[in-house]
């Protein structure tokens, strides 16, 4: 029996093969450390521990991963309707932007009840008009939305530049950012809240955006697979000629779900302005647009997959600050290597593994077909 010929379960395709690519680019970073002169086990070791051993690296971990879920989501969202939207990075900075006017505007007046909604539609809003223009172009003038979305993290980062810089900076002030908003107008950190039920809990970045993280998983896995529009939104993805049949109107869902991507990968801002930085600083984004392609093919373009994703990416983030200081010969250089080796395992080698396991599986099946046989 050929292994191609095999159907493999979709646990395999779900979870062991991702996992099996993490451990093999574990495996060749290990080797990179070991080629260094460094113990691979007592870095895997130190990592891990500076990324959940403690109270302060968890809490750092999850702020991280919040970031990660949010650009994630983005990312798996448009792809569902075969879409590559990599403009997160832009989306989330101009979503920054959205909660930083409406801080400016109302955090000495309103209260923070009526503050988060406004800053969380902010942040959407932001994020869904700044992907707008590339939609259009996507949608009427047949322009890749691949190049116009990166297009836009660039123009986003040179107009964050000029807007900082020249109008949102106070008079007089030496730091190119906006004035610190006031305390009212902060979302809580996790160790505050926890501190006021008498549990003490290292002082941490992660504040209460990660639940609107986890909404955000929940909002897509329901308009995805539970909505018609979601449903016309994925039989878009998989077939444009077979939606164009069955009466989809394709300009609207390339509308709507690059809007709806844009608006997910916008919401970084809230936890990073509001719940975070408490102002408004240049590249507060760090990168974590571009991180969220590599989190949604991970994850398999699932909100399950892409929070355990997100947690992996945040061990590594957290862990390999961690790994730096307590081993300087282990630059934070090499965190980012080890990043891109499961980017590399878990995109671009994706179905490296695949052929193993339909061995595998047509090795076991082929056993089973022959018992009765001998029998």
């Known amino acids: 029996m050929s292994g191609r010929s095999v159907t493999l379960p979709r646990w395999v395709d779900i979870a062991a093969i991702p996992l ?21 086990l007592e870095a895997t070791r130190i990592m891990i521990s500076g990324a959940l051993g403690s109270g302060e690296g968890i809490g750092y971990t999850l702020y991280y991963t919040t970031n990660y879920i949010f650009t994630g989501l983005a990312v798996a969202f448009a792809f569902h309707a075969g879409l590559f939207n990599i403009g997160g990075e832009g989306q989330a900075y101009i979503g920054g932007l959205g909660v930083t006017l409406v801080l400016l505007a109302f955090d000495h007046s309103l209260p923070f009840a009526v503050l988060l909604p406004l800053a969380v539609l902010a942040a959407m809003l932001f994020g869904a008009l700044w ?16 190049i116009t979305t990166i297009m836009f993290n660039f123009l986003a980062s040179a107009l964050m530049v000029y807007l900082v810089v020249n109008v949102l900076t106070p008079v007089g002030a030496t730091e190119p950012a906006t004035r610190d908003f006031t305390a009212e107008s902060a ?63 394709t300009r609207r869902i390339i509308l709507i779900t690059l809007c709806i991507s844009g608006a997910l990968a916008g919401l970084v801002g809230v936890n990073e302005i509001m719940g975070v930085q408490h102002r408004l600083i240049l590249n507060f984004t760090a990168g974590y647009g571009f991180a969220g392609i590599a989190v949604a093919l991970m994850g398999r373009n699932h909100p399950v997959g892409i929070v355990l994703a997100s947690l992996l990416f945040g061990v590594l983030s957290q862990g390999g600050a961690e790994l730096s200081f307590e081993n300087p010969a282990i630059t934070r250089d090499m965190t ?40």
């Open 187 to 249: 979302i809580p950190f996790v160790h505050e809240i926890l501190g006021r039920f008498g549990i003490a809990m290292d002082s941490t970045p992660l504040n209460l955006s990660i639940l609107l993280a986890l909404i955000a998983c929940l909002f897509v896995w329901l308009y995805l697979w539970h909505t018609p529009w979601g449903y016309e939104l994925r039989a878009f993805g998989h077939s444009e000629k077979a939606a164009i049949y069955a009466g989809v109107k």
């Open 336 to 375: 980012v290597v080890i990043q891109g080796l499961v980017i590399l395992f878990s995109g671009a080698l994706v179905h490296l593994t695949r052929p193993w396991f339909e061995r595998l599986f047509a090795f076991i099946l082929s056993r089973r077909n022959a018992l009765p046989q001998e029998a």
């Open 20 to 40: 099996t690519n993490v451990l093999l680019a574990f495996l060749v970073a290990g080797l990179i450390v070991l080629a260094i002169g460094e113990n691979p």
């Open 131 to 146: 992907v707008l223009i590339p939609a259009y172009l996507q949608a009427y003038r047949g322009s890749h939305i691949v």
